[in-house]
């Protein structure tokens, strides 16, 4: 029973057709866990969104910023960017289930020892505290409250994690961790101009994998989110989002059976350019 991670989709429907392909998937057989963007800059969100809900149990999604972000302009939180792709997710006529079904993803699972977030994890967080705090988040968007959190979901404070912090603070820093981080400073405060590669942190900050002492230094994660640091595998590190939207690659990294020493081993496909950087 194949397991494979799969990067940044970003409404790139072509693109994840033709990796599913290479892999040869079969949803009886194989588990997808698609590590956050699923949708918006790409050309057909709407698709990826039924291909994948579709899929059921076999492919298991966490939540991204950008698919945040539909939820939040679907709701009247947010207007629409000028560079949002999303306008036939909301004009369509199944528009109610698929955000329905896209408020009930996760914003972080383990599997096969493996901790699966979009963007990153606080230096002060273990993996059960990563997976406890994701949950706290996801029973509130879930709920009936959802809507009217997504309204306090934005902005850049607090800055810094605290277990003192309550209700929507705390929400937005977790929510701010697992969705946006590439850089902090080694006690967790988080930066979110900076969009350049690890070798451009601003300074007194690092990438957010290279925090000395990290609670989670040992566990391996994997994640998204960060096309300009491009493919990154080591043991304990997989950087899956390979910039699809851009005119690069959709990546996958199928894990190996449980207990074995091997490494992920990736598959990629090419991507038809969707986007140009610095639009």
Not at 10 to 18: E, H, S
Not at 156 to 162: A, D, H, I, T
Request: charged share 20%.
């Amino acid at each position: 029973m194949p397991t494979y991670l799969i990067g940044d989709v970003q409404g790139c429907d072509a693109a994840l057709q033709r990796l599913l392909h290479k892999i040869d998937f079969s949803p009886s057989r194989d588990t997808l866990y698609l590590l956050g963007d699923m949708v918006n800059r790409g050309p057909d969100s709407l698709a990826v969104l039924r291909r994948l809900r579709a899929l059921e149990g076999a492919a298991q999604c966490l939540l991204g910023n950008h698919d945040l972000h539909l939820l939040a302009v679907a709701h009247g939180v947010r207007p629409p960017s000028r560079h949002d792709t999303l306008g036939a997710v909301l004009q369509a006529h199944d528009r109610s289930d698929l955000l329905l079904w896209l408020r009930q993803r996760p914003l972080a699972m383990q599997v096969q020892g493996w901790l699966l977030v979009h963007a990153g994890v606080l230096p002060q967080w273990t993996a059960a505290q990563t997976l406890a705090l994701a949950d706290e988040v996801s029973a509130v968007l879930a709920s009936s409250e959802g809507p009217q959190w997504l309204q306090q979901m934005y902005g850049n404070q607090p800055e810094r994690w605290s277990e003192g912090l309550q209700g929507a603070e705390r929400w937005r820093v977790i929510v701010n961790a697992l969705t946006r981080l590439r850089f902090c400073t080694p006690k967790g405060s988080m930066e979110f101009a900076s969009k350049d590669g690890s070798g451009a942190a601003p300074a007194g900050y690092l990438a957010w994998f290279e925090v000395p002492g990290r609670q989670t230094a040992g566990t391996p994660i994997a994640f998204g989110h960060w096309s300009t640091l491009g493919l990154q595998q080591r043991p304990d590190l997989l950087a899956l989002d390979t910039g699809c939207v851009w005119g690069g690659c959709l990546s996958a990294a199928r894990l190996p059976a449980p207990g074995s020493s091997q490494a992920p081993s990736l598959i990629e496909v090419e991507c038809e350019q969707a986007q140009r950087p610095g639009r």
